[in-house]
């Protein structure tokens, strides 16, 4: 079992900027791959970002390329997205996800509890 636990959400104004941290219980280096979802009222759950164990490559949601960027700190246990140029639809509760496996572009074994993300005009 891994516990998966965000932080760095909060209020901001469209165009500005916020950096979300995802701390593992355990080594993240057993688990293939971690990402970032995230569900606004009324709407599904959606994948936003995943990055890969040992290559660290990564994978976006075409609504967040080139403005999210996701990365990790193997040393630390800790998962990041870096959150830019912020729109009013990015207003949603965030949360962290990691799988040992990764056999779907997003991992999906264990679960944050979420952080929300509100962004204003």
């Known amino acids: 079992q891994v516990k998966m636990v965000e932080s760095g959400g909060g209020s901001v104004q469209a165009g500005g900027s916020l950096r979300l941290s995802c701390a593992a219980s355990?080594?993240?280096?057993?688990?293939?791959?971690m990402g970032w979802f995230r569900q606004a009222p009324g709407k599904e759950r959606e994948g936003v970002a995943t990055?890969?164990?040992?290559?660290?490559?990564?994978h976006y949601a075409d609504s967040v390329k080139g403005r999210f960027t996701i990365s990790r700190d193997n040393d630390k246990n800790t998962l990041y997205l870096q959150m830019n140029s912020l729109k009013l639809e990015d207003t949603a509760m965030y949360y962290c996800a990691a799988d040992p496996l990764c056999l779907s572009t997003f991992p999906r074994r264990y679960w944050g509890q979420g952080t929300q993300v509100t962004v204003s005009s």
């Open positions: 355990r080594d993240t280096y057993t688990l293939k791959c």
């Open positions: 990055i890969y164990t040992g290559s660290d490559n990564t």
